[in-house]
């Protein structure tokens, strides 16, 4: 059975960083595509597209909105999945989560529906 754990998530000001991690257990994620998602709070919110990672390692993608702030990587002897995220804004609030999408996945797409597994969610709440 597959489960993706997150962590990492807290209450901090603009401005600050933070480094979000997702360890997967039954999965191999170094095996497939990955990707980190988040979701405003507010009923009706969608999850957006944050960043992903192919499983070969060297093709990563950002949204527009966090490029240049924002890292992702992968440990792969850990099996974890990370999201550095520096120069926080308020804007930046939301619930992340992490997912997986095809085994040898190279460009992992930016549509959540094409995911198949799903972390709980860790929250980030940055304030002004």
């Known amino acids: 059975q597959v489960q993706l754990v997150e962590s990492g998530g807290g209450a901090v000001q603009a401005g600050d960083s933070l480094k979000l991690a997702c360890v997967g257990t039954?999965?191999?994620?170094?095996?497939?595509?990955m990707a980190w998602f988040r979701q405003r709070l507010g009923e009706g919110r969608e999850r957006e597209f944050v960043?992903?990672?192919?499983?070969?390692?060297?093709?990563?993608d950002y949204a527009d909105s966090v490029k240049g702030r924002f890292t992702i990587s992968r440990d792969t002897a850990s099996n974890r999945l990370y999201l550095q995220m520096n120069s926080l804004r308020p804007e930046d609030t939301a619930d992340y989560y992490c997912?997986?999408?095809?085994?040898?996945?190279?460009?992992?797409?930016?549509?959540?529906?094409?995911?198949?597994?799903w972390g709980q969610g860790t929250r980030v709440t940055v304030s002004s």
């Open positions: 997912a997986n999408s095809r085994r040898w996945e190279r460009k992992p797409p930016r549509t959540p529906n094409l995911y198949f597994n």
């Open positions: 039954g999965l191999t994620i170094s095996q497939h595509g």
């Open positions: 960043s992903s990672i192919g499983w070969a390692g060297d093709t990563m």
